[in-house]
């Protein structure tokens, strides 16, 4: 019989609405429940395409005997990290600093009142490595709790009272300069693996945040170093296994220092950050290597992700079946040399191994190698090798494909709206362009309520119950910042400045002008989260303070500028010590020593000297240039306001800090306006 799980939204509860366990949704009822049968609640949270979550889940959620234990004794919550992440972040928070590690699965005890007093991750059904079984940790909770309860309660009281009063150092209000963003290049210098690119040791996770503070930070100084820097790492992870070489897009992370082995779930977030990233990369270089990346990348989100009401899918699972029922992580992607031969012949297959690296005793497990490309001597025929290929394209289309877990969120559904909507214009693919206001449009017409509020999620075109969190508000707003830039229509000004109200009044500490992650007025937790670095994605404080910017530069709105200002001051602190983990703000603050630049494009719509005067400024390569694009006398966008043709021809103007250039009608005159 389903459990309360069986009508939520979430895949990933969803997986667990047949467990034997009796789940409950994370709801102020289960925590009454617990108090009235003075039990404990055992917290887990995951998410779908989390591959130690499917084998905790397996081994001990569906045993019955565990579930019986488990639902004698406790009251059982899950919750999907990604529905939830002001759940998971102070939940988590307390896992690294009971444990000094955290991931997932998250497994965290509470008292009825939802404060924590013991934590794990993933627990075996077995002791194991020095690890306790899961029937053992629940044996010695419930054993603590029936007998030595006073001493449980002291325990998580001093757990929530620490959490409560840990304080992030703001630094000052004052914005990060030349200095901090000079010591934040040379901390990445000394983290930067020259051998191999990208930064630490393994498991190596792509960059995205930081590359895009190299690129601004080489277009506003002219450094070379973070431009190699960012040119490489890119080169490395497009030429390892973390890349998907027949079908585009990036895995999660890599196992190894080599980007060799993937962690094969890919990610709606890290695909639409690195579409931009390696679409930027080619705004800067014009490398080959990175067009073809940024637009396989982005046709992989289009043709995987993309969900019936246009949206797109959270992420594609690492695990699928290998064939024989057996759910193996990266099987439908590796391959062996037999497998080669099979549907190439054994000439082909000779060369695809060589041209992917295949080798007979593998990359990965049991034989079976990632495919890579590796750098070698000699020149392949080109056509040979979009023939190999497309077969093997289509041989693996015939594999069981990987689970999909098709919640649409709405931050990331405002990333990917940013990458398609500048890969789409840098490329003239308009499809692309349309993919990105389709997403656009299902978030307004379906997480936007009338009092212009965002939902985190929805699937299959129903809205999910929870609120939205700052950085559903900031990358939204970025997403829709980047398609005013783009088409010229002033709605997605609008749109994005309705939900950078929200930020103002309802996330942003009046006095300090820190963020936080949730509004004033959400849910109460034992504590309000509140984090400015990056992880897998950027902050939503960062975020927000980019969207804000922008935003400002686009309408000259004095209390968004002051507001991106003022969260900038954390950055001030962070960036000189811990770069890599506030990138985004850093890239923020490259804008804001920038100006950023405003640039206003007027003239008919279906001019070519318009056109190509919006696309020069488009391609400009100046740290956070906002863009506005109009007919003369338009007023859809703020920044066209009182912008004349030039002797009848269209025009461009150029504006920082206050101070306009003289408009220009030629393209390369715009071009060096936007480079010096």
């Known amino acids: 019989m389903p459990n309360r799980l069986a009508h939520e939204t979430s895949p990933y509860l969803l997986q667990h609405a047949d467990n034997p366990v009796d789940w409950w949704p994370w709801s102020a009822e289960a925590f009454e429940e617990a108090r009235k049968r003075g039990v404990p609640v055992l917290l887990s949270v995951g998410y779908s395409s989390c591959h130690w979550c499917h084998v905790m889940a397996h081994e001990s959620f569906e045993d019955q005997e565990t579930a019986d234990y488990l639902n004698a004794h406790f009251v059982n919550i899950k919750v999907d990290r990604e529905e939830r992440p002001d759940v998971d972040a102070v939940y988590m928070e307390a896992v690294q600093a009971a444990t000094g ?49 006073d001493e449980v309660a002291e325990v998580a009281g001093k757990i929530a009272r620490d959490l409560a009063g840990r304080e992030i150092s703001y630094g ?47 277009a506003r100084t002219g450094s070379e170093g973070a431009l190699q820097m960012a040119g490489d790492t890119c080169e490395r992870m497009a030429r390892g296994g973390i890349y998907d070489q027949l079908g585009g897009g990036f895995a999660r992370y890599s196992v190894d220092r080599e980007w060799v082995v993937p962690h094969f779930e890919k990610m709606l977030y890290d695909n639409a950050l690195l579409c931009r990233v390696y679409a930027h990369l080619w705004r800067t270089t014009g490398s080959d290597l990175a067009r073809r990346v940024a637009l396989e990348t982005a046709d ?8 019936n009401e246009g949206g797109f899918a959270s992420a594609l699972d690492a695990d ?46 049991e034989g079976a190698s990632v495919l890579q490309l590796p750098q070698q001597e000699g020149v392949f025929d080109a056509e040979r090798i979009e023939s190999v290929k497309e077969r093997l394209r289509r041989a693996r289309a015939e594999r069981p494909a990987p689970g999909r877990d ?23 693919r308009p499809d692309l362009v349309e993919a990105a206001l389709g997403a656009a449009d299902l978030l307004v017409r379906l997480h936007l309520d009338e009092r212009t509020r965002l939902a985190r999620t929805s699937k299959d075109g129903q809205v999910g119950v929870n609120a939205g969190v700052l950085e559903d508000y900031a990358d939204v707003a970025e997403g829709f910042l980047a398609l005013a830039s783009v088409t010229g229509e002033g709605v997605w000004l609008e749109f994005a400045g309705f939900l950078l109200d929200h930020v103002l009044v309802r996330f942003v500490d009046e006095e300090s002008g820190a963020l936080y992650d949730t509004a004033a007025d959400a849910e109460k937790l034992i504590r309000r989260p509140q984090d400015p670095t990056d992880s897998a994605t950027p902050s939503g404080w960062s975020a927000a303070a980019g969207a804000l910017l922008s935003y400002a530069a686009q309408t000259g709105a ?13 950055v001030k602190a962070l960036g000189p010590r811990a770069p890599r983990f506030i990138a985004w703000g850093l890239a923020t603050a490259e804008a804001l020593l920038d100006g950023p630049r405003e640039v206003a494009v007027v003239g008919p719509a279906d001019a070519p000297a318009t056109r190509e005067l919006h696309r020069t400024a488009l391609l400009a390569t100046a740290p956070g240039a906002v863009v506005a694009v109009g007919t003369p006398g338009s007023d859809e966008l703020p920044l066209l306001a009182d912008r004349p043709l030039v002797e009848g021809e269209p025009a461009a103007y150029v504006c920082r800090r206050f101070t306009c250039d003289a408009p220009v009608t030629d393209a390369g005159s715009l071009r060096e306006k936007l480079v010096s």
């Open 558 to 570: 004095e209390p968004h500028r002051v507001a991106a200002e003022r969260a900038l001051g954390v």
């Open 320 to 365: 699928s079946d290998d064939g024989t029922g057996k759910h193996v992580e990266g099987a439908y992607y590796v391959w062996t040399p037999r497998q080669l031969a099979d549907v190439l012949g054994d000439e082909d297959a000779e060369l695809a191994a060589q041209y992917f690296g295949v080798t007979e005793e593998g990359t990965f497990e």
């Open 172 to 218: 000052d209000t004052t914005v990060p300069g030349e200095e901090e963003l000079a010591q934040a290049l040379l901390g990445l210098t000394r983290e930067y693996d020259a051998a191999r690119g990208g930064f630490g040791g393994a498991p190596k996770f792509p960059p995205s945040m930081v590359i895009e503070f190299l690129l601004r930070h080489h």
């Open 406 to 428: 098709d919640k649409v969120v709405a931050a990331w559904n405002g990333l990917a709206i940013a990458a398609l909507a500048e890969t789409g214009a840098y490329f003239d």
């Open 101 to 149: 590690q955290g991931g997932w699965p998250m497994t965290v005890f509470l008292t009825p009142d939802a404060e924590p007093f013991y934590f794990g991750t993933y627990f075996p059904p077995a002791p194991r490595h020095g690890m306790p079984s899961f029937r053992q940790v629940l044996e010695g909770v419930h054993s603590a709790w029936a007998d030595r309860r």
């Open 300 to 307: 992989f989100m289009v043709r995987e992700l993309r969900t």
